[in-house]
């Protein structure tokens, strides 16, 4: 009865939420054997779709105006009979609706109309050495066949026996049989689903009395990006939706690093998330004994050492000197483009009397402003040696730099 009680929720979803069916298989594996096949099989690190065609259920709006669709599996491990395990899948499929009015385009939540889920349950029954369940997955590749509305999948749940025409007709002695027969039959099934629903009950008892993870930071509203690296035009790994929860594993500046599911992580800026009182009063604590300098407009809250993020000649394809900088205020006059001349000037300056004496494995230096009027700008090292060395005026100096974009560094129209 284990394996049935996880059946019977999807007949439950499938009637209320159409938008997030559940799939659910049971095998005869425990739950250790059966979490590390799906690790094996990579299954909790999203991937993207080529297309949302043969992937969703149909809509109200054309396929074919949605981009950059991505899938990521939600999966419930239950307990099932005589030691075994019931798998329970759902696939979120997110993908940019472009609509022809910009005002109307964003991310949208699709429907999978369950290929996706089938698809892992039968990777995961080869992955044990069985034969697929269901070949419901093989024949969505063929193009001729119509991709499926949302639906239970029974196939491979001990227990579960759905009577055909044929049955029924037989167990009644044909068409013309006794009603008695088919009214047995009807309640019989009644029974039944009244014991998978019990089962259910104990199931959804059993999860909702389980610890509930206290480190959970909540997405506050769907879009939210979640990066590869916390810097802005970092890789988007996906777009969350509201009320997404993540496991904290840390803050770096305005950058909350978060577990997606497994060994991926990622990060979501901070003000996109709704953070637990004591991770934000830790937080705030934090930022509250770091040392700023009262003359600084900008903190510097990352560096790194890589290849030169433009197209600029004298630095295209070297390695530099990274610096990442944000705003300690949000007064756009003390962050304005003097600012983050003066503030730049100091840095390359701090950088070339601080390595000197060794060798330098970059031959530049530049500076990434991390805000919504930011820019870049960046030096070779030998026009900075000359310009720190006082051979070169500070206009000269300017001019012989990367500025992109040039306005994010000029006031009123003037370098």
């Excluded at 990579?42 to 043969?54: E, F, H, N, R, T």
């Excluded at 390359?348 to 000197?356: D, G, I, P, S, V």
């Excluded at 051979?391 to 992109?404: I, V």
Aim: aromatic share 8%.
């Amino acid at each position: 009865m284990g394996g049935l009680g996880g059946v019977l929720s999807l007949l439950l979803t499938a009637a209320v939420l159409p938008q997030a069916v559940p799939y659910a298989r049971a095998f005869a594996k425990s739950a250790d054997e059966v979490e590390g096949a799906l690790k094996d099989l990579q299954v909790y690190s999203g991937q993207k779709l080529p297309i949302v065609d043969g992937f969703v259920a149909t809509g109200d709006k054309p396929l074919n105006q949605y981009e950059r669709a991505f899938y990521q599996f939600s999966l419930d491990l239950l307990p099932g009979t005589a030691g075994g395990t019931i798998v329970r899948v759902t696939a979120k499929i997110t993908a940019w609706y472009a609509d022809k009015d910009p005002a109307k385009s964003g991310y949208q939540v699709l429907p999978s109309n369950g290929r996706l889920e089938l698809d892992l349950l039968d990777r995961l029954e080869e992955k044990f050495g069985g034969k697929p369940a269901s070949s419901m997955a093989r024949a969505l590749s063929n193009s001729t066949i119509s991709a499926p509305k949302p639906k239970l999948d029974l196939s491979g749940v001990p227990g579960v026996q759905i009577p055909s025409a044929a049955t029924v007709a037989a167990k009644s002695g044909g068409p013309t049989g006794e009603l008695g027969s088919l009214r047995s039959i009807r309640e019989a099934e009644e029974k039944h689903m009244r014991e998978l629903n019990a089962e259910l009950q104990s199931l959804q008892e059993i999860k909702k009395n389980q610890a509930h993870p206290q480190n959970l930071v909540v997405v506050k509203k769907a879009g939210a990006s979640v990066l590869a690296k916390p810097a802005e035009g970092a890789r988007v790994l996906f777009n969350a939706a509201a009320e997404d929860e993540f496991e904290f594993i840390g803050a770096e500046g305005e950058w909350i690093h978060v577990q997606i599911s497994g060994p991926s992580r990622g990060y979501i800026r901070r003000n996109n998330l709704e953070l637990p009182e004591f991770i934000a009063t830790r937080l705030d604590s934090q930022d509250a004994r770091a040392p700023v300098e009262k003359a600084a407009a900008f903190r510097i809250v990352r560096e790194e050492n890589s290849p030169f993020p433009g197209d600029w000649e004298p630095l295209k394809g070297k390695a530099v000197k990274i610096f990442t900088a944000q705003p300690v205020s949000q007064d756009p006059k003390k962050s304005g483009a003097r600012a983050k001349l003066a503030f730049a000037s100091s840095l390359f300056q701090k950088y070339a009397t601080e390595n000197t004496a060794s060798p330098s494995a970059v031959e530049g230096v530049v500076v990434i402003f991390d805000s919504a009027d930011g820019g870049i700008v960046g030096t070779t090292l030998a026009t900075l040696k000359r310009f720190t060395a006082d051979t070169l005026s500070s206009e000269n100096f300017w001019k012989q730099c990367y500025r992109d974009p040039l306005e994010a560094f000029q006031e009123s129209g003037r370098p």
